[in-house]
């Protein structure tokens, strides 16, 4: 098998030039469309809501699919809308996307396109979702419509195999206190001192978790505005556990933290909610398709050092539904969602014969 180089920076280029944060991805997705119908793969639709879609290209009998690779299609919000399109030098590709994860995505399409060239095609089939930038909507669709034991996705991991995965939890705190005008403080309680004074206690605890927490304060909004003290402050903290940490715990002691905190701080009105939450798991080494995977990577002389991917991803949502799911992927995790969000060709070519080769394992 020869991975066509050519075509697969073309599509590569034309991906990351089609903006398509999450909830607009209706161009790069008809763009796709398109490009899968042209080099004959049996692609087909599937409605994630009324104008939005997933790609599904899987052989004719569905139920015969022993794994499935899966890429989202939509990325975040663009840091500059005037620049966000691909930029070439050497060996790298930068741009708004290219790592998290149409590399990945256009890498999957060119083994599939060799795939589809072939005498008889594998019990494997590709989805190419939307959302996961925002709800996993995609890959939830992906869910209620077909079933599959096994999955690729391809989010960065430098190549590295993630046969573990963070589980997640999406956290929003609440403090209430006392409106004032703004030239006399002392009248009221300023929600957000409140919000500063719990926020510290909350990342104290996280640094000193045993269970190696990572947390994240994404947002940090006080209300009302204006020439006032506010008596309302909201904050969301995303926090990333480890495969085998026990988040109804991470719960219970959060839980008892603000609680013990709002009793100690005078005026203090304080409350959690979790919002999204995602278990972690690890994938044994013995499972079978583990050593077909394993079995690829010598062939290809990849070193074989399996991590944790200590990210959210549409992993989790498949784990939830049943699913057993490796994060592969060309790319460097900590470049997402950045400025200098890049990914460099030569393993993006890689990422393609790794997915070909693996299929065909089958």
Not at 239 to 266: C, Q
Not at 306 to 316: A, M, V
């Amino acid at each position: 098998m020869k991975i066509n180089e050519k075509r697969l920076k073309n599509l590569l280029l034309e991906l990351v030039d089609i903006y398509s944060p999450s909830g607009k991805e209706e161009e790069i997705v008809e763009f796709t469309e398109k490009y899968l119908k042209k080099h004959d793969l049996p692609v087909r639709r599937q409605e994630v809501d009324e104008n939005r879609y997933n790609l599904i290209v899987f052989p004719h009998h569905k139920d015969e699919v022993e794994l499935c690779f899966v890429g989202h299609l939509d990325t975040v919000t663009a840091h500059d809308l005037e620049d966000f399109g691909p930029h070439e030098k050497n060996d790298t590709i930068s741009g708004l996307g290219t790592t998290d994860m149409k590399a990945g995505c256009a890498a999957m399409i060119e083994a599939f396109i060799n795939l589809a060239g072939k005498k008889e095609w594998p019990p494997v089939g590709l989805a190419l979702v939307v959302g996961e930038e925002e709800d996993s909507s995609g890959a939830k669709a992906l869910m209620e419509g077909y079933s599959f034991p096994w999955a690729v996705i391809g989010e960065p991991t430098s190549l590295v195999p993630c046969l573990g995965h963070y589980g997640y939890l999406e956290v929003m705190l609440r403090t209430e206190g006392k409106k004032a005008h703004s030239s006399m403080p002392e009248l009221g309680h300023n929600a957000i001192e409140y919000m500063l004074n719990l926020l510290l206690h909350i990342t104290e605890y996280a640094s000193a978790a045993p269970q190696g927490l990572v947390y994240n304060i994404r947002e940090l909004s006080g209300f009302p505005g204006g020439f006032v003290v506010p008596d309302a402050c909201e904050a969301w903290l995303d926090l990333h556990l480890p495969p085998n940490a026990k988040i109804d715990i991470l719960k219970t002691e959060l839980e008892h933290l603000v609680k013990s905190t709002g009793d100690r701080i005078k005026g203090l009105s304080a409350r959690l909610k979790f919002e999204e939450t995602y278990a972690g798991y690890r994938i044994s080494e013995e499972r079978p398709l583990i050593g077909k995977l394993k079995e690829t990577f010598t062939k290809m002389s990849l070193p074989w050092q399996p991590q944790d991917f200590r990210s959210h991803s549409d992993g989790s949502a498949l784990w939830a539904a049943g699913v057993d799911p490796i994060v592969l992927g060309p790319g460097r995790l900590e470049a997402a969602h950045t400025p200098e969000e890049s990914v460099s060709f030569e393993q993006v070519v890689q990422a393609a014969r790794l997915y070909f080769n693996l299929a065909q394992s089958l």
